[in-house]
């Protein structure tokens, strides 16, 4: 089936220091996604990418469309105390989107 | 502009009891869709609709059952809840093809 594997599967970081996670998959994805998700709330989208190759920032954050359109990653520059939390890749080939396991953030002040 | 609301956002059943988490979304989005949430794992998804009176099963749909009648609201059925239905349950909803997922907050269920 269309399995992500995302890792790590947490962080522990000091404030401003920069964070990397990735997803990786034995399937194809037509989208790739990564959402944030805060205690008792649901994911909320950071940053959407549609297009094997394309590279897209969303202030401090970056992320990369695998050219096998097999793999993603997210980097955090800077990392700040509000950045805590947990992130989900997400991928679309179908209707049925599929989610990674998550990386639970952590940032020290 | 409120987006997904789910209700209630939080429920203790006992097992063999049946409820509906409802869901209704304000964006004339035409997918919608229920995951799950286990502790330490990603969304699984349960059911998912294209449109009013169109619904399909996703990875995980045993135990549940949902209707769409209308474009706005989306419920999700347990009719004999068990403990291993204990999960968080978010809905969504998406405007079109490959758009973004507009998740609600969830709901918190547990079965004892």
């Known amino acids: 089936g269309q399995q992500l594997n995302q890792s790590p599967q947490s962080m522990f970081i000091q404030e401003g220091e920069d964070v990397s996670m990735n997803c990786t998959s034995s399937s194809i994805f037509n989208t790739w996604l990564w959402y944030k998700q805060d205690p008792g709330e649901g994911p909320v989208l950071l940053i959407a990418?549609?297009?094997?190759?394309e590279l897209t920032s969303n202030g401090r954050l970056t992320a990369q469309f695998g050219i096998t359109r097999k793999d993603s990653f997210l980097n955090i520059s800077a990392s700040i105390p509000s950045d805590v939390g947990i992130y989900f890749c997400?991928?679309?080939?179908?209707?049925?989107?599929?989610f990674g396991a998550g990386t639970r953030l952590t940032v020290k002040p | 502009n409120a987006g997904v609301t789910q209700t209630p956002k939080f429920r203790i059943l006992k097992i063999g009891q049946s409820m509906t988490l409802q869901c209704t979304q304000d964006?004339?989005?035409?997918?919608m869709y229920w995951y799950r949430q286990d502790p330490g794992m990603g969304l699984k998804l349960i059911y998912y609709?294209?449109?009013?009176?169109?619904?399909d099963k996703g990875e995980v749909p045993n135990g549940y059952n949902v209707s769409r009648s209308t474009t706005e609201d989306f419920p999700l059925r347990l009719e004999l809840a068990a403990p291993s239905q204990t999960s968080v349950y978010f809905c969504a909803s998406q405007g079109n093809y490959n758009s973004p997922l507009h998740f609600g907050n969830g709901t918190r269920l547990t079965v004892t």
């Open positions: 997400a991928g679309q080939l179908t209707l049925d989107m599929r």
């Open positions: 609709s294209v449109g009013a009176g169109i619904t």
């Open positions: 990418l549609y297009k094997a190759g």
């Open positions: 964006m004339n989005h035409n997918y």
